[in-house]
């Protein structure tokens, strides 16, 4: 009888025994157990690559997302740089050939920032193209991550980006080199940008190296050099832009925090060079930081680019709208470039011709009173229409941002 319940009992358990590992390998089926280096950005990207919803990346270093990769990121995604490679920046470059799908939503943005939430913490984000620039050569090499640059596909395409805020960028890689928030170099018109925020950058927000791609719902929101900067033969348009500089008061000295609210070139070393800097802008609002020291200028048009804009609304500076050299004053005299609806509470200043007369064009007033609530909503009746282009929304009013229509809530930052 002992040797029969010795069987039984040791067939139990033997029978609990597999039970149990079976148990266990059915709980490691379910888990979600992945590799953690998953979670990082690093190195070079030459295949796709998923950031799933509502998880959180880490950024080491420059990721290259070289020709052939694809880096998609879904809506809720937070990338942190994360400065653990001492000496060596954190950014994102988009080569030629490479293609970003960032694609969040008003209620789940994506978020890329830095584990130090300070400005000039890590290098943003970088898109080279291969539409035309107005380099010699029709080529050249970004200024960050040293790649190719510029081309002859104006259609080209680099992907989307939407609904995405970059945070607390700017980092200095020499004396002579920031990063911006976002910059497109050489980037198509087949590149979608639109609603992108950057927030608290050391130096420009938005920068455009030539290239054809367009720009919507854009905020640059306490850039502390340029909000909005073009230079080597931009030729995009854009609408629905908001820039809101520091409003801390100035110093002593009547010097406050960021410089222009648009700088605008066409290339600094040969203002002639073709094809010519010539964005169409519209809807734009412009908040400076009341500078009244070295950082007066608003919108600053110089070194041969020409330009469109209508339907702004700019204040806080005491040069709201400054243009300079021969070949830029020539592009308002020959009819290249217009301002038209563009108020400000100022005056146009002109830097070395007596009088372009731009306060005098359909629907510019100076001198106005502008209001607006939670820093820069609010819009004033009278624009141009230019929706017989189907980028450009229908808005005839000048503002960015109408009070009852705030695009921007949700998922920026104040």
């Known amino acids: 009888m002992n040797k029969y319940f010795k069987r039984i009992s040791y067939a139990l358990i033997m029978t609990s025994m597999l039970n149990v590992f079976a148990a266990c390998d059915d709980d490691n089926e379910s888990d979600d157990i992945t590799d953690p280096q998953e979670f990082m950005l690093k190195g070079e990207l030459t295949s796709e690559k998923i950031l799933k919803s509502g998880k959180t990346y880490e950024l080491i270093g420059g990721y290259q997302v070289k020709a052939g990769g694809d880096l998609i990121i879904e809506p809720g995604v937070t990338i942190n740089a994360t400065r653990s490679i001492d000496g060596q920046p954190d950014y994102i470059i988009i080569e030629q050939g490479g293609k970003i799908h960032a694609e969040g939503t008003k209620e789940k943005p994506i978020v890329m920032t830095s584990t130090r939430q300070q400005s000039g913490s890590w290098g943003g984000v970088h898109i080279c193209g291969n539409a035309p620039i107005n380099l010699s050569g029709g080529t050249g090499k970004s200024e960050i991550g040293d790649a190719t640059f510029g081309g002859a596909n104006p259609t080209d395409n680099s992907g989307i980006m939407r609904y995405v805020r970059l945070e607390y960028t700017g980092f200095a890689f020499s004396e002579t080199k920031e990063s911006n928030g976002l910059t497109m170099y050489g980037v198509g018109s087949g590149t979608n940008i639109e609603y992108v925020q950057v927030y608290k950058g050391s ?196 503002g960015a941002v109408p009070a009852n229509n705030d695009w921007t809530a949700g998922w920026t930052r104040k």
């Open 203 to 398: 130096d420009d927000g938005f920068e455009w190296f030539g290239g054809t791609v367009n720009g919507k719902y854009l905020v640059s929101t306490h850039s502390e050099d340029d909000s909005f900067d073009w230079t080597d033969g931009w030729v995009g348009k854009g609408q629905f832009w908001v820039a809101i500089q520091d409003q801390t008061a100035p110093g002593e000295d009547g010097t406050a925090n960021g410089d222009c609210l648009i700088e605008a070139d066409n290339r600094e070393d040969n203002f002639g060079n073709t094809p010519q800097s010539c964005p169409t802008l519209a809807n734009l609002t412009l908040v400076g930081n009341n500078d009244s020291n070295k950082q007066k200028r608003g919108i600053r048009l110089r070194a041969g680019t020409a330009v469109n804009i209508y339907n702004t609304l700019v204040v806080g500076k005491p040069s709201p709208v400054t243009v300079a050299t021969a070949e830029t004053e020539q592009s308002f005299l020959n009819g290249t470039s217009s301002i038209e609806y563009l108020w400000t509470n100022k005056t146009f200043s002109y830097e070395s011709i007596s009088d372009l007369a731009l306060d005098s064009k359909t629907g510019n007033g100076i001198n106005q009173t502008i209001n607006f609530s939670s820093g820069y909503l609010g819009t004033v009746e009278g624009g141009k229409d230019l929706s017989a282009d189907k980028f450009f929304t229908k808005a005839e009013y000048k």
